[in-house]
């Protein structure tokens, strides 16, 4: 099939479902074709998996990653559901009791927030209280550098990283958000996926997916760069950051940065993380989440408990500041983690 951009800059293909399994195999996908084929090939292998949420079927989805899924599908299995998180996701662990595995999604996940009463007290809760897994996984967009203002901008990782029983992953890559989308979708445990919206049609992540079906483990960080002078560890959107940062030091510094892709929040790959400061001896942790109770404080705390003796140099983070996303955007320059803000912060690692 061939792929057209609409007038409104989303992937149409016409002659059928939008994000079905490629006819011609070879060409790259975005970030968001990856989710949708994901979606799609999960769908076709097993007819217990379906999707839930706002605009998700008629519509298409607000970002077109369900495009022509209702009509391939049908309406009971892609649900448009009203604007209610709390109850189309609780509606959803019912449905993982009764064997089914639901894909919902979360329209932009400022507002998993109504939602959070069912998915730290009940759907995290269930396995250990006995009531059995909750095979379910709850997707959608955050971050920020798209003007979204502090309703459609946020990362909400650490909302639920300290709710045993979830589990969290974040992807970076084409690749990566297709093969562990689809290793969330078969896991027995429930997972929340954060997709970076501004990933979602970069022209420089296109990639070409591998042919035969694939998961990616959850759990499992990669090298996103090798290096010998200092560590980054990050994900999402902060690990194409980090690259160019990466890129700048070695040609002005001549320091080279080696680039940890967490991958997976919770849970987090220690020995990944341990074996790359054994390798460099210092670590900086860059994220878009804002300071105050972002991950970097409990990597770094890890580090401190497992690998301190390795450390050749105090542990730095560069992360988000501590307010709400603003909406301008000189303000959310700012606010955000830039690639000049990691250059420095490495910089005054390496000469340390």
């Avoid at 994000?19 to 060409?27: F, M, P, Q, S, Y």
């Avoid at 662990?93 to 639901?102: D, E, K, Q, V």
């Avoid at 890890?302 to 501590?322: G, K, M, S, Y």
């Avoid at 909406?327 to 690692?349: H, K, S």
């Amino acid at each position: 099939m061939d792929r057209t951009e609409g007038a409104s800059g989303t992937t149409e293909a016409p002659g059928g479902p939008a994000h079905a399994t490629r006819t011609r195999r070879g060409e790259p996908v975005t970030f968001l074709e990856a989710i949708s084929e994901a979606l799609f090939e999960e769908m076709e292998r097993d007819d217990r998996v379906f999707l839930m949420g706002e605009d998700i079927g008629v519509y298409g989805g607000a970002f077109k990653v369900t495009r022509d899924f209702m009509e391939h599908f049908g309406s009971d299995r892609v649900i448009d559901t009203p604007i209610s998180e709390a109850g189309f996701t609780g509606a959803a662990a019912g449905a993982a009791h009764m064997g089914l595995r639901p894909v919902v999604e979360i329209q932009f996940m400022d507002f998993i927030s109504p939602a959070y009463d069912v998915i730290t007290n009940y759907i995290a809760t269930s396995l250990y209280r006995g009531s059995g897994p909750q095979s379910l996984v709850i997707r959608g967009p955050v971050g920020g550098g798209n003007r979204g203002g502090p309703f459609h901008s946020q990362n909400v990782e650490m909302a639920f990283f300290h709710t045993p029983g979830l589990k969290i992953v974040y992807p970076s890559t084409a690749r990566d958000a297709k093969g562990l989308l689809k290793a969330a979708i078969r896991d027995d445990d429930p997972v929340i996926f954060e997709e970076h919206k501004g990933l979602y049609r970069a022209p420089a992540l296109r990639e070409v997916l591998p042919d035969e079906d694939y998961v990616i483990p959850i759990g499992s960080a990669r090298v996103a760069r090798e290096g010998t002078d200092l560590t980054v560890v990050t994900y999402g959107m902060m690990v194409h950051r980090s690259s160019e940062a990466a890129d700048r030091l070695f040609e002005e510094d001549g320091v080279s940065v080696e680039i940890l892709d967490l991958r997976t929040l919770l849970p987090m790959d220690d020995e990944a993380i341990m074996r790359s400061v054994r390798k460099t001896g210092r670590l900086l942790v860059v994220h878009e989440d804002t300071r105050t109770g972002g991950i970097a404080g409990e990597i770094s705390m890890r580090v401190n408990e497992q690998a301190f003796e390795w450390l050749d140099a105090p542990i730095l983070r560069v992360t988000a500041i501590d307010a709400p996303v603003p909406y301008a955007a000189p303000l959310e320059d700012y606010f955000l983690p830039g690639v000049d803000d990691i250059v420095t912060a490495a910089r005054y690692l390496a000469k340390y």
